[in-house]
Protein backbone atom coordinates (compact mmCIF):
# COMPACT_ATOMS: atom_id res chain seq x y z
CA UNK A 1 0.00 0.00 0.00
CA UNK A 2 1.45 3.20 -0.87
CA UNK A 3 1.79 5.78 2.22
CA UNK A 4 2.08 9.65 2.47
CA UNK A 5 2.65 10.66 6.11
CA UNK A 6 0.87 13.80 5.87
CA UNK A 7 2.27 14.89 9.41
CA UNK A 8 6.00 15.27 9.37
CA UNK A 9 9.19 18.04 10.48
CA UNK A 10 12.72 18.26 9.64
CA UNK A 11 14.72 20.89 11.52
CA UNK A 12 18.17 22.47 10.67
CA UNK A 13 18.72 22.84 14.23
CA UNK A 14 15.91 23.11 17.67
CA UNK A 15 15.24 26.55 18.18
CA UNK A 16 11.73 26.39 19.95
CA UNK A 17 9.43 28.73 22.04
CA UNK A 18 7.32 27.09 24.97
CA UNK A 19 5.43 27.77 27.42
CA UNK A 20 8.24 26.72 29.28
CA UNK A 21 10.55 29.09 27.60
CA UNK A 22 13.25 28.51 24.58
CA UNK A 23 13.37 24.78 23.73
CA UNK A 24 17.09 24.02 22.32
CA UNK A 25 19.31 20.91 21.39
CA UNK A 26 21.63 19.91 23.67
CA UNK A 27 22.91 16.89 21.54
CA UNK A 28 22.25 13.62 20.93
CA UNK A 29 18.50 14.56 20.12
CA UNK A 30 17.49 15.75 23.25
CA UNK A 31 16.50 19.35 23.88
CA UNK A 32 16.25 21.36 27.21
CA UNK A 33 13.48 24.21 27.87
CA UNK A 34 14.18 27.44 30.01
CA UNK A 35 12.98 25.46 32.69
CA UNK A 36 16.29 23.11 32.60
CA UNK A 37 13.97 20.23 31.79
CA UNK A 38 16.26 17.66 29.35
CA UNK A 39 14.43 14.99 27.27
CA UNK A 40 14.73 12.95 24.31
CA UNK A 41 12.87 14.68 21.60
CA UNK A 42 14.00 12.62 18.46
CA UNK A 43 16.20 9.22 17.99
CA UNK A 44 19.63 9.95 18.49
CA UNK A 45 20.27 8.37 15.18
CA UNK A 46 18.22 10.69 13.25
CA UNK A 47 20.57 13.43 13.85
CA UNK A 48 22.29 15.05 16.78
CA UNK A 49 20.95 18.97 17.35
CA UNK A 50 18.33 18.58 14.31
CA UNK A 51 16.80 16.59 11.49
CA UNK A 52 17.65 16.52 7.94
CA UNK A 53 15.52 15.77 4.96
CA UNK A 54 17.98 13.12 4.11
CA UNK A 55 17.30 11.70 7.60
CA UNK A 56 13.49 11.47 7.09
CA UNK A 57 13.78 10.10 3.71
CA UNK A 58 15.93 7.05 5.00
CA UNK A 59 12.83 6.55 7.44
CA UNK A 60 10.36 7.10 4.51
CA UNK A 61 12.37 4.27 2.07
CA UNK A 62 12.58 2.06 5.03
CA UNK A 63 8.66 1.89 5.82
CA UNK A 64 7.97 2.48 1.68
CA UNK A 65 6.66 6.22 2.43
CA UNK A 66 6.49 8.09 -0.86
CA UNK A 67 6.03 11.13 0.35
CA UNK A 68 5.73 13.31 3.00
CA UNK A 69 3.92 16.93 4.31
CA UNK A 70 6.68 18.98 5.91
CA UNK A 71 4.76 21.10 8.94
CA UNK A 72 6.13 23.33 11.23
CA UNK A 73 5.36 24.99 14.75
CA UNK A 74 7.07 26.59 17.69
CA UNK A 75 7.97 23.01 19.37
CA UNK A 76 10.79 22.53 16.71
CA UNK A 77 11.11 26.54 16.00
CA UNK A 78 9.86 27.84 12.69
CA UNK A 79 11.57 26.35 10.05
CA UNK A 80 10.27 27.79 6.72
CA UNK A 81 13.69 28.02 4.78
CA UNK A 82 15.11 24.90 5.34
CA UNK A 83 11.67 23.63 4.28
CA UNK A 84 11.50 25.27 1.17
CA UNK A 85 15.10 23.91 0.31
CA UNK A 86 14.50 20.18 1.23
CA UNK A 87 11.08 20.76 -1.45
CA UNK A 88 13.60 22.55 -4.03
CA UNK A 89 15.73 19.57 -3.37
CA UNK A 90 13.40 16.20 -3.51
CA UNK A 91 10.40 17.96 -5.26
CA UNK A 92 9.00 14.06 -5.39
CA UNK A 93 9.06 13.22 -1.90
CA UNK A 94 8.14 16.80 -0.22
CA UNK A 95 5.58 19.56 0.18
CA UNK A 96 5.45 22.05 2.99
CA UNK A 97 3.37 23.98 4.62
CA UNK A 98 4.51 27.77 5.94
CA UNK A 99 3.90 29.22 8.87
CA UNK A 100 3.96 32.90 10.80
CA UNK A 101 3.07 34.65 13.84
CA UNK A 102 0.00 36.87 12.47
CA UNK A 103 1.19 38.86 15.42
CA UNK A 104 4.29 40.02 13.86
CA UNK A 105 4.36 44.09 12.54
CA UNK A 106 5.58 42.72 9.55
CA UNK A 107 3.31 40.10 9.02
CA UNK A 108 2.13 41.13 5.24
CA UNK A 109 5.94 41.14 4.42
CA UNK A 110 6.55 37.55 5.83
CA UNK A 111 3.05 36.35 3.40
CA UNK A 112 4.65 37.73 0.71
CA UNK A 113 7.90 36.03 0.69
CA UNK A 114 6.31 32.74 2.01
CA UNK A 115 3.45 32.42 -0.21
CA UNK A 116 5.05 34.59 -3.25
CA UNK A 117 7.84 34.31 -3.74
CA UNK A 118 8.12 31.13 -2.26
CA UNK A 119 4.93 29.67 -3.23
CA UNK A 120 3.65 27.74 -0.60
CA UNK A 121 0.52 26.22 -1.00
CA UNK A 122 -0.04 25.94 2.63
CA UNK A 123 -0.08 27.43 6.24
CA UNK A 124 0.18 25.88 9.12
CA UNK A 125 -1.11 27.33 12.89
CA UNK A 126 -0.09 25.73 15.91
CA UNK A 127 -2.71 27.60 18.70
CA UNK A 128 -2.02 24.97 21.41
CA UNK A 129 -0.92 26.36 25.14
CA UNK A 130 1.93 24.15 24.96
CA UNK A 131 4.10 25.28 22.49
CA UNK A 132 1.60 27.24 19.83
CA UNK A 133 0.54 30.87 19.22
CA UNK A 134 -1.14 30.55 23.20
CA UNK A 135 1.97 29.31 24.85
CA UNK A 136 3.14 32.60 25.65
CA UNK A 137 -0.15 35.18 24.64
CA UNK A 138 -3.05 34.90 27.41
CA UNK A 139 -6.05 33.87 24.47
CA UNK A 140 -5.96 33.57 21.06
CA UNK A 141 -9.88 33.44 19.60
CA UNK A 142 -9.76 31.55 16.86
CA UNK A 143 -13.09 32.81 15.88
CA UNK A 144 -11.79 36.52 16.65
CA UNK A 145 -10.28 39.14 14.32
CA UNK A 146 -6.82 37.99 14.21
CA UNK A 147 -7.37 34.27 12.86
CA UNK A 148 -10.02 35.38 10.86
CA UNK A 149 -7.40 37.73 9.01
CA UNK A 150 -4.88 34.99 8.60
CA UNK A 151 -7.72 32.96 7.11
CA UNK A 152 -9.57 35.14 5.00
CA UNK A 153 -5.66 35.50 3.54
CA UNK A 154 -5.53 31.69 3.15
CA UNK A 155 -8.61 31.70 1.42
CA UNK A 156 -7.76 34.74 -1.10
CA UNK A 157 -4.59 33.00 -2.03
CA UNK A 158 -6.07 29.13 -2.64
CA UNK A 159 -4.38 28.03 0.76
CA UNK A 160 -4.55 24.27 2.59
CA UNK A 161 -5.35 25.70 6.03
CA UNK A 162 -3.76 22.99 8.99
CA UNK A 163 -4.38 24.02 12.30
CA UNK A 164 -3.52 22.33 16.03
CA UNK A 165 -5.67 23.76 18.26
CA UNK A 166 -3.87 22.11 21.29
CA UNK A 167 -5.64 19.24 23.56
CA UNK A 168 -9.00 19.20 25.06
CA UNK A 169 -10.11 21.37 28.23
CA UNK A 170 -7.44 23.85 27.24
CA UNK A 171 -8.07 27.63 26.38
CA UNK A 172 -7.09 26.60 22.99
CA UNK A 173 -9.11 24.01 22.29
CA UNK A 174 -12.12 25.68 21.17
CA UNK A 175 -13.82 23.73 18.64
CA UNK A 176 -17.27 25.72 18.82
CA UNK A 177 -15.31 28.72 17.84
CA UNK A 178 -13.28 26.93 15.28
CA UNK A 179 -16.42 25.40 14.06
CA UNK A 180 -17.91 29.24 13.61
CA UNK A 181 -14.96 30.26 11.60
CA UNK A 182 -14.63 27.63 9.05
CA UNK A 183 -18.64 27.97 8.26
CA UNK A 184 -17.22 31.59 6.85
CA UNK A 185 -14.36 29.72 4.51
CA UNK A 186 -16.35 27.04 2.44
CA UNK A 187 -13.90 26.90 -0.29
CA UNK A 188 -11.33 26.91 2.02
CA UNK A 189 -9.61 23.15 2.41
CA UNK A 190 -9.13 22.71 6.70
CA UNK A 191 -7.27 20.21 8.06
CA UNK A 192 -7.41 19.82 11.89
CA UNK A 193 -4.15 17.99 13.16
CA UNK A 194 -4.32 15.14 15.36
CA UNK A 195 -8.15 14.24 15.16
CA UNK A 196 -8.31 16.86 17.64
CA UNK A 197 -5.54 15.30 20.38
CA UNK A 198 -8.46 13.03 22.33
CA UNK A 199 -6.87 11.52 25.69
CA UNK A 200 -8.13 8.10 26.92
CA UNK A 201 -11.22 9.11 28.44
CA UNK A 202 -12.22 11.35 25.33
CA UNK A 203 -14.47 9.11 23.87
CA UNK A 204 -17.66 11.19 23.91
CA UNK A 205 -15.93 14.42 24.14
CA UNK A 206 -14.61 13.45 20.60
CA UNK A 207 -17.91 12.14 19.15
CA UNK A 208 -19.26 15.82 20.19
CA UNK A 209 -16.77 17.98 19.12
CA UNK A 210 -16.42 16.35 15.23
CA UNK A 211 -19.97 16.49 15.07
CA UNK A 212 -19.48 19.77 15.10
CA UNK A 213 -16.77 19.90 12.39
CA UNK A 214 -18.71 17.94 9.63
CA UNK A 215 -18.33 19.88 6.62
CA UNK A 216 -17.46 18.88 2.85
CA UNK A 217 -14.12 21.18 3.11
CA UNK A 218 -12.83 19.96 6.54
CA UNK A 219 -10.19 16.67 7.14
CA UNK A 220 -8.66 15.50 10.08
CA UNK A 221 -5.20 14.04 10.35
CA UNK A 222 -4.40 11.12 12.53
CA UNK A 223 -0.82 12.19 13.69
CA UNK A 224 0.39 11.40 17.49
CA UNK A 225 -3.34 9.96 17.79
CA UNK A 226 -1.46 6.93 19.11
CA UNK A 227 1.50 8.81 21.22
CA UNK A 228 -1.90 11.32 23.14
CA UNK A 229 -2.86 7.66 24.79
CA UNK A 230 0.13 7.73 27.39
CA UNK A 231 1.03 5.10 28.88
CA UNK A 232 -0.80 2.79 26.74
CA UNK A 233 1.80 1.10 24.29
CA UNK A 234 0.84 -0.65 20.75
CA UNK A 235 -1.56 -1.82 19.56
CA UNK A 236 -3.09 1.34 21.14
CA UNK A 237 -6.61 0.74 22.11
CA UNK A 238 -7.82 3.79 22.95
CA UNK A 239 -7.00 5.23 19.60
CA UNK A 240 -8.26 2.49 18.12
CA UNK A 241 -11.73 3.32 19.74
CA UNK A 242 -10.92 7.36 18.69
CA UNK A 243 -10.73 6.12 14.94
CA UNK A 244 -13.99 3.98 15.16
CA UNK A 245 -15.73 7.46 16.86
CA UNK A 246 -13.93 9.41 13.81
CA UNK A 247 -15.11 6.91 11.17
CA UNK A 248 -18.76 7.35 12.66
CA UNK A 249 -18.83 10.65 12.70
CA UNK A 250 -16.88 12.14 10.12
CA UNK A 251 -16.75 9.37 7.70
CA UNK A 252 -13.44 7.38 6.74
CA UNK A 253 -12.73 9.89 3.81
CA UNK A 254 -12.08 12.73 6.03
CA UNK A 255 -8.94 11.06 7.52
CA UNK A 256 -5.47 11.62 6.68
CA UNK A 257 -2.45 9.21 7.78
CA UNK A 258 0.10 11.27 9.79
CA UNK A 259 2.83 10.49 12.26
CA UNK A 260 4.10 13.72 13.64
CA UNK A 261 7.49 12.00 13.03
CA UNK A 262 10.56 12.31 14.49
CA UNK A 263 9.72 13.30 17.82
CA UNK A 264 6.88 10.36 17.82
CA UNK A 265 9.97 8.14 16.68
CA UNK A 266 11.55 8.45 20.14
CA UNK A 267 8.88 6.14 21.59
CA UNK A 268 7.57 3.59 19.12
CA UNK A 269 8.82 2.54 15.62
CA UNK A 270 7.31 3.68 12.41
CA UNK A 271 6.35 0.71 11.87
CA UNK A 272 3.75 0.15 14.57
CA UNK A 273 2.28 3.68 13.93
CA UNK A 274 1.18 2.16 10.47
CA UNK A 275 -0.03 -1.24 11.89
CA UNK A 276 -2.07 -0.18 14.85
CA UNK A 277 -4.25 1.29 11.91
CA UNK A 278 -3.70 -1.43 9.41
CA UNK A 279 -4.75 -4.21 11.79
CA UNK A 280 -7.69 -2.59 13.13
CA UNK A 281 -10.35 -3.57 11.68
CA UNK A 282 -11.58 -0.76 11.53
CA UNK A 283 -11.45 0.40 8.23
CA UNK A 284 -11.72 -1.67 4.75
CA UNK A 285 -9.06 -1.74 2.52
CA UNK A 286 -10.07 0.86 -0.10
CA UNK A 287 -10.39 3.08 3.40
CA UNK A 288 -7.08 2.57 4.29
CA UNK A 289 -5.58 3.23 0.86
CA UNK A 290 -7.64 6.46 1.00
CA UNK A 291 -6.32 7.22 4.76
CA UNK A 292 -3.11 6.16 3.79
CA UNK A 293 -2.48 8.26 0.19
CA UNK A 294 -5.71 9.17 -2.19
CA UNK A 295 -6.79 11.95 0.30
CA UNK A 296 -3.59 13.06 1.48
CA UNK A 297 -3.07 13.41 -2.13
CA UNK A 298 -5.71 15.06 -3.50
CA UNK A 299 -5.34 17.58 -0.34
CA UNK A 300 -1.59 18.71 -0.23
CA UNK A 301 -0.13 17.40 -3.72
CA UNK A 302 -3.11 17.67 -6.34
CA UNK A 303 -3.34 21.64 -5.53
Known amino acids: MKIIDAH ?38 LGDTGVSPEA ?4 MDENCVEKAVLLQGN ?15 YPDRFTV ?9 KVNEIRNHLFKELGFKAVKFELSDGSGLM ?5 VNLDGETMHDCFAHASDNGLVVVLDIGRPRSP ?49 DLASLASNQKPEVFPYPSALEHLRTAKSVVGADKLIFGTDMPCT ?29 NTANSVFFDI
Open 172 to 220: CWQVENLARAIKKYPQTTFVICHLLAPQREDKELLKTALGKLVAPNVYF
Open 97 to 105: AGTYDPFCV
Open 56 to 59: LIKV
Open 135 to 139: ANRSH
Open 265 to 293: LARDSYKHLCDYITDSAVFTENELEDIFY
Open 8 to 45: AHIAQYVCGFTSRGELRSVGGGKAQYATGEVFQMFPPE
Open 75 to 89: FLGFQNEYSYLAVKK
